[in-house]
């Protein structure tokens, strides 16, 4: 209780612990002991955007529920703000702020009376921490007196956030905040982490999405319950070990049928309208690659050299 | 303090916002004392009678006449003989066939005895047996009015005769009414209490709402004091409308001191509370709380003496109704409110119900947890 109360007074004096440990975190669910979540370890520091990016089931949301207390691990041990998830379980949650991936405000009551609700649960107001969610209220300002039950998608999202950030918390949570909003909100939304940055809150955000990945400093590339790596976007672009092509034909559905089936490719995915291979240490040019396809009956064959993406690496990883 | 303060502003606009809620509120018990006690009567009547009358004397035809004026019979067949009676049985048009035999008069009077034949339909068992008791009743008071006729003709005064008088204690005009009032009452505010509140705080589960309040600092006692209370209240609410509704209807007025009435309504209320949200702590969908508490709802009203005595229930029942915190609010409406029953008087219904109040609740606490 008392290191809370020197935390609202000062909140620079937490500072010289990082924001999130995970100690091998394990999480079992049932009775079939399905494991979600399988001795996961990461850190995160002070005023970092970090992001947990995996397909749906890779246990990014039984981690949320773990570090914000809603889930007790199996196995492991985790520190937020420097507390204990377990002991210190009263503690987090007068310090973090938190937004399930599932709209979770009540939605018979308005936009002002959530909000207002939420400020009050914390013992603040929100003039006192209007600069925090200043840019973003400001576009719900108008629809104040509207029920959120009756508001579109992003508009529930803008006030969901809004919600988790009223009493000015020291790591924001926000599980898969831009699944199901159009792209154009989804880029809003990001701008908006970007500023919540700059304001030292340090925020956990976990995504499906792999375009979203490079907007964090520092990912952590999920799949079945375990990490498969850790380190800023471009480190982990940059550790790519093999020379990527992106490869286009005129018919897309036979181009993949060779590509899968010639001996010289190492490794072939659809990606978007292209196809992406890398090929066995001999084939090293474009000329190389153009002579195999065309002997296998491609027509109107475009061949590039490519920077990896997150996605790229990703299935990379899934693969070795 | 300050939390439950905010809790209950929430809390209560929310219900305010919530039409189809405040209509049920408050139409529920007005619907219920309106319609039930009007409709759900155990007096017989209208019972259907075919007579098969083979003896068309004068005597039989007195009797016929005592049976249908007594209010309870209807004559709807009057047959020449019994098959053509039965065939109305057959084809639910009567009840009850009464034959007189040919002679019926003659051997009255000259050998003093003579034998009817009733036969009942029996399908609907309360009907058939009060139908015949009743017409038991009348043919014996007929046969005792000819014996008198017949004995002040000769010798008299020495016939025995014994005479019962009775009197309604608590509902002289038996009035079936009067009984039922107050133990819909009970159920009413059962329902308010038990299935709003286990709906409620399911309903947040299913929102997702409760989570996002988990991750706040308000502490698990809070929050479920926010949620008993607005509840505690609407069922007072509800029990006040109540009283109302059968004092202007029925013209029932508490007998009894009604400080101690509300008393008991308000820890009873805690006990269904504590059902409820003890219902609550184990559904993880409003379906499955409406089965759940529809389930106990049945049980409790069938085996709380609303509809029938427990008394006249088998000993198993009897101790199922012992576990049945309905049974002990009915019992107390209707001592209280028809008998004028005092505080000492109930003191041990108040007794088990506390304990149903701390032991529900207890146990709802300790099942309701914030992390899992």
Known sequence: MIQYYMNTIDPMSTHQHPAIVADNLTKVYGSEKTTAVNSVSFMVERGELFGLIGPDGAGKTSIFRMLTTLLLPDGGSALVDGYDIVKDYQQIRHTVGYMPGKFSLYPDLTIAENLNFFATVFNTTIEENYHLIKDIYVQLERFKDRRAGKLSGGMKQKLALCCALIHKPTVLFLDEPTTG????????????????????????????????????????????????AIDTPSAIVKSYPDILYAIRAEKMPALLKVLGSNNAVATSYAFGEYAHATFKEHVNHEQDILSILKHAGMDNIEVRRIEPTIEDCFIKLLRA | MRAIKFLLQKEFRQIFRNRSILAMILVMPVMQLLILPLAANYEVKNIYLAVVDHDHSSYSQKMIEKITSSGYFRLTGYNNSYQEAFRLIESDDADVVLEIPSGFERNLIREDEQKLLIAVNAINGVKANLGSAYLATIIRNYNQDIRIDFMQAGRFNDIPTIKVTSSNWFNPNLNYRVYMVPGILAVLVTMIGGFLTALNIVKEKEAGTIEQINVTPIRKHHFILGKLIPFWILGNIVFTIGLLVSWLIYGIVPVGNLALLYGFVSIYLLAVLGLGLLVSTFCDTQQQAMFIMFFFMMIFILLGGLFTAIDSMPEWAQVITRFNPVSYLIAVMRMVILKGSTFRDVLPHLGIIALFAIGLNSWAILNYKKAN
């Open chain 1, 181 to 228: 909003v159009d792209p154009v909100s989804r880029k809003e939304f990001w701008e908006m982490l970007k500023r919540l940055k700059e304001q030292n809150i340090t925020i956990l955000v976990s995504t499906p999405y792999m375009d979203e990945a490079t907007l964090c400093d520092r990912i952590a590339l999920m799949q079945h319950g375990s990490i498969l």
